[in-house]
């Protein structure tokens, strides 16, 4: 794409992750419910009612946001017109929609985490992540046009959601969105206590970009932003590692489990900081050598290597 188209694509797919906060720790806390002993189906599927409008909502108010970030920001900064050409409006729209998908996609995946079916879980995480990963890049190598490649993304996205909204009519007969009071109350009173860390987190890991936009060049954001992705790549890889037992952790909150919960979180911790240690070991032995052979180009690896350490 080129250091300053990447730079803008790397901007914008920035936008997702950072308004993805903004589920209030709802789809942790439908998990929750959703995997707690002695649930009755009907408070089930009230949970699943509730978070499906929550998320529905949500959505289409971040769908409008995301429009405002254009029209009020990226189409005002330095060189984009020449990035991208007349291909703004319908950028726009496509990564609205991709945006809006994902957030309901939160929703459609608590119910196979909540029931510990990673086969579906993982299933849907690969075709969204391969269409925003090695899908995107080899239509980069054939054609690189920004708008094909957020077209790529929001299909994948697309797929995902509709194959886990008919796995979701398989177990919830009342499968729409409504608001039942008195869970939402239950439920954004869980969900707000992990919300302001996850806030700063996210701020922390892609906020950053658009400083760099904004006050120094788009191309800053490219070197920054390539040692950040791999760095957040692998801290992902380790958090899955604890979102895995996130409902065998909330089925053992009985008088007979705790014992069993505590070895579990002790054991978590020890693999969580062992494999900490092991990114950093890699990074300073082999990460160098291993940038330059992946990005071919001396320059670029010199600005971002240091980053990277």
């Known amino acids: 794409l080129?250091?300053?188209?990447?730079?803008f694509y790397t901007l914008v797919i920035s936008i997702a992750p950072i308004l993805s906060v903004f589920d209030f720790g709802f789809s942790q806390?439908?998990?929750?419910?959703?995997?707690?002993?002695?649930?009755?189906?009907?408070?089930?599927?009230?949970?699943?009612?509730?978070s499906f409008f929550f998320f529905g909502l949500v959505g289409l108010v971040l769908f409008?946001?995301?429009?405002?970030?254009?029209q009020f920001y990226?189409?005002?900064?330095?060189?984009?017109?020449?990035?991208?050409?007349?291909?703004g409006p319908p950028i726009m729209l496509v990564?609205?929609?991709?945006?809006?998908?994902?957030?309901?996609?939160?929703?459609?995946?608590?119910h196979p985490q909540a029931e510990q079916r990673y086969d579906i879980y993982s299933l849907n995480a690969f075709i969204s992540g391969s269409a925003n990963t090695w899908i995107?890049?080899?239509?980069?190598?054939?054609?690189?046009?920004v708008l094909l490649i957020f077209s790529v993304r929001l299909?994948?996205?697309?797929?995902?959601?509709?194959?886990?909204?008919?796995?979701?009519?398989?177990?919830?007969?009342?499968?729409y969105p409504k608001l039942h009071r008195d869970q939402f109350r239950k439920m954004i009173s869980f969900g707000l206590k992990s919300f302001a860390t996850r806030v700063f987190g996210v701020l922390e890991a892609y906020g950053l970009n658009f400083i760099l936009a904004s006050f120094v060049a788009i191309q800053a954001v490219t070197y920054f932003s390539i040692p950040q992705?791999?760095?957040?790549?692998?801290?992902?890889?380790?958090?899955m590692l604890t979102l895995s037992v996130f409902p065998l952790s909330t089925s053992l909150l009985t008088m007979d489990g705790i014992a069993k919960l505590k070895k579990l979180i002790v054991w978590l911790q020890a693999c969580v900081v062992g494999l900490g240690l092991l990114a950093v070991l890699v990074i300073f032995a082999f990460g160098k050598p291993l940038l330059l052979l992946w990005l071919t180009n001396p320059e670029l690896v010199e600005l971002a290597y240091p980053i990277l350490q």
Do not use: C
């Open 136 to 145: 995107a890049a080899v239509i980069a190598l054939i054609r690189p046009n």
């Open 229 to 239: 992705n791999l760095i957040i790549k692998a801290a992902g890889g380790i958090s």
């Open 2 to 7: 080129g250091i300053s188209a990447f730079g």
């Open 64 to 70: 409008l946001i995301v429009i405002g970030i254009f």
């Open 74 to 87: 990226l189409f005002h900064l330095t060189s984009i017109g020449s990035i991208i050409g007349r291909q």
């Open 29 to 50: 806390a439908a998990i929750r419910n959703l995997a707690l002993p002695g649930t009755s189906e009907n408070e089930k599927t009230k949970t699943w009612q509730t």
């Open 155 to 175: 299909m994948g996205v697309l797929i995902t959601t509709v194959i886990m909204w008919l796995y979701s009519r398989r177990h919830f007969h009342d499968n």
């Open 95 to 110: 990564v609205a929609a991709t945006v809006f998908l994902n957030h309901l996609n939160a929703h459609f995946m608590t």
